[in-house]
């Protein structure tokens, strides 16, 4: 049997992200205003085929067609943050060996070209609260690489400090959160919200921060690290819920997907699932 693709793990990965109950954020029994469950499950089937052809397009390139394939099935940003990450994860997956040596190695030939594309495709996306940067506006057109754009970014984005940073919290963070509670027999989805957990106690989300300010965004995260220790997410949900969704850890979640489809990659995550319920929740509806 063939490997699954790419694109195949992209759509995984996002479906599996959005589907978890994670405090905060859209999963399948709570939608926002402006963005539903069924718009992130649209994103996910759109990204498929241009993840597909990572490795040929390049990043920049797959980006781009990414945000463009998603906002021909829905109208509002919904996986930007997410396109951002899998793009460099999937040509490093086509590449073969070892992920995180690869993504490595992908990072390091990003190129002007790439930053234009990428560039493009936020503009597309029309992201909120992006704000205005000094150096390399996304506005304007890029005279670096797309990793040394996101270096300039990586203080006050999460997303863009993984192209800085070789997808550290992805894979030294996230990742291994994930492994651990499946390691202990726990189910997916309780993988998936520790994982989620663990990240935002460690690292104020950088959606939060731009849009409500870092006292806000240091709450959650306190908030989270409390869940972890007391198991409860009430408390940390209707903290992220009070301001029309203002709070919505977004960030968080983008890694979560990055860390989703590794986990997918490297065989934490088993395809084929087993069919039926099992191993998906044993949280009570």
Not at 44 to 56: F, H, L, Q
Not at 142 to 152: E, F, G, K, N, Y
Not at 163 to 177: H, I, K, Q, S, T
Request: with cysteine; net charge negative.
């Amino acid at each position: 049997m063939n490997p699954p693709s790419s694109g195949l793990l992209a759509q995984i990965a996002c479906v599996m992200e959005v589907t978890a109950r994670k405090p905060g954020n859209v999963h399948r029994f709570r939608d926002f205003d402006d963005a539903t469950y069924l718009d992130f499950l649209l994103s996910a089937a759109a990204i498929a085929a241009p993840m597909d052809e990572a490795r040929s397009l390049g990043v920049g390139r797959t980006v781009l067609a990414s945000v463009e394939a998603t906002r021909r099935v829905i109208s509002t940003n919904t996986n930007l943050g997410m396109i951002l990450l899998l793009a460099p994860l999937a040509v490093a997956y086509e590449s073969g060996g070892d992920l995180a040596s690869s993504v490595a190695n992908v990072l390091d030939v990003l190129t002007v070209d790439d930053a234009r594309f990428a560039y493009q495709a936020i503009r597309l996306a029309r992201p909120g609260s992006l704000g205005r940067s000094d150096e390399e506006d996304v506005a304007d057109e890029p005279t670096i690489s797309l990793r040394d754009a996101m270096r300039l970014a990586a203080d006050r984005d999460l997303v863009a400090r993984q192209y800085a940073n070789g997808y550290a919290d992805v894979f030294g963070l996230a990742l291994p959160a994930l492994r651990s509670v499946l390691i202990d027999g726990r189910s997916l989805e309780d993988a998936i919200i520790h994982a989620y957990l663990t990240v935002l106690a460690r690292h104020p989300d950088t959606l939060i921060l731009r849009k409500r300010g870092p006292l806000l965004a240091a709450e959650a995260s306190r908030l989270a690290a409390d869940a972890l220790t007391t198991g409860s997410v009430d408390t940390l949900d209707a903290f992220l819920r009070s301001d029309r969704h203002a709070l919505n850890p977004g960030a968080t979640a983008d890694l979560i997907c990055a860390a989703l489809f590794a986990a997918l990659a490297d065989g934490t995550m088993a395809l084929p699932r087993p069919s039926g319920p099992e191993g998906w929740s044993f949280i009570s509806v």
